[in-house]
């Protein structure tokens, strides 16, 4: 097969080739996070492999040949089973609902015998799959301004609220925002984006004081003044601040962060690893953490950029945008700058289901690189 017979729409590529087409770049990229993250977790745990880092190595060693797997699979699979994923991923948070395995004061998971489920887990990848399936046959003027709008905003709205309501407020606002994003990359009027965050933040103040459970709503108010409660409810926050401050530019060195040694940071192996990660390697361990990430969503939405059809641009984007959120979300909430909402760095955090999930969006992105001049039906994406 030629080089000019690989960029003919439609041309059926063998095996070996699709693998050719993978961006291996980006699978370079997402290796040095979980590798850094592997090298904090031993750290962590006072220079051992156990309970942390040789799982999470072996889980990302797993969950690459996932990604590779995933990326040859034809786009227009992705497209036939982007509903039946949202729909099964919402059955099963009503199924929570009823059923659901309660742990530590939440209902999140089920249990199928020895497997535990999160559905909220699935939700993520079934919203942004079904919301770019939608809009992949949506007019681009009804994309900016229509009744038809009403569709993906129930889309969005319905599994956020039950994600919220299990407790979990993280999860419920990335699968939120994640939604708006792809609503705006879509081609969302203006006008509507400023009146929706207008209203979102006009909604802020009785969401908190009144439908959050109590300590959600401390949360959020303490981490305005975490100092008023600096044992309690505060506690996670002034942490996590002493221990970035303390690595200053260089950092203390591996293997030596006090606050995480001595375990005085909390969560350290998951929420908080960013913070161990500024005490031991300091502002430049951050910032070299942060522009692997930042590598990662540059590529990724380069990838989004070339595709031919709209539905491998809208998913790709979408997943590339439920990642960044999670960067943004832990990163702030490390510094202070945003509640704790339990929301981890991905790849970095110890944590097999976010890693399945993150893992399986690149995934998706890989076969839209792989299929990038793979056409889908205009008219084969509404409802």
């Not at 990430?293 to 540059?298: D, F, G, Q, T």
């Not at 979408?318 to 202070?336: K, P, Q, S």
Request: with cysteine.
């Amino acid at each position: 097969m030629t080089a000019s017979a690989l960029t003919r729409p439609g041309e059926r590529e063998r095996l070996v080739v699709k693998f050719g087409q993978i961006d291996w770049t980006l699978t370079i990229m997402l290796s040095l996070i979980a590798g850094a993250g592997g090298m904090m977790l031993y750290s962590i745990a006072g220079g051992a492999w156990e309970p942390w880092a040789a799982k999470h190595l072996i889980r990302f060693g797993l969950c690459l040949v996932l990604m590779l797997a995933l990326a040859v699979v034809d786009l227009r699979v992705w497209f036939a089973i982007a509903y039946p994923v949202y729909g099964l991923g919402f059955l099963l948070l009503l199924a929570v609902e009823v059923v659901g395995h309660r742990s530590l004061g939440a209902t999140r998971w089920l249990q199928f015998g020895p497997l535990g489920v999160q559905p909220s887990e699935i939700m993520k990848i079934g919203l942004v799959l079904a919301l770019a399936r939608f809009y992949h046959g949506l007019p681009a003027q009804q994309a900016r301004w229509s009744w038809r709008l009403l569709i993906p905003a129930a889309m969005i709205g319905a599994p956020a609220l039950l994600v919220a309501k299990e407790p979990d407020l993280g999860t419920a606002i990335l699968l939120a925002a994640t939604g708006g994003a792809v609503m705006m990359l879509a081609g969302l009027s203006l006008r509507v984006i400023v009146a929706g965050v207008v209203g979102a933040v006009a909604a802020v103040p009785p969401f908190v004081m009144f439908l959050l459970k109590p300590y959600q709503r401390d949360r959020i108010l303490t981490f305005l003044h975490p100092e008023t409660d600096p044992s309690k409810s505060g506690y996670h926050i002034l942490q996590a601040k002493i221990a970035l401050g303390s690595g200053g530019i260089l950092g203390k060195g591996f293997g030596l962060g006090s606050q995480s040694q001595l375990n005085f940071l909390p969560e350290k192996q998951t929420d908080f690893i960013f913070a161990t990660l500024a005490e031991e390697f300091g502002l430049v361990g951050c910032l070299s953490m942060l522009a692997l990430y930042a590598a990662v969503i540059v590529i990724a939405l380069r990838i989004a950029n070339v595709s031919h059809s709209h539905f491998g641009r809208l998913s790709a984007a979408g997943v590339t945008a439920t990642f960044a959120l999670y960067v943004l979300i832990n990163g702030a909430m490390v510094m202070g700058l945003a509640p704790v909402v339990g929301v981890p760095m991905p790849l970095l955090s110890y944590g097999g289901t976010v890693m399945v999930t993150v893992m399986v969006g690149f995934g998706l992105v890989q076969s839209v690189r792989v299929h990038r001049y793979s056409e889908v039906g205009r008219g084969a994406g509404l409802i």
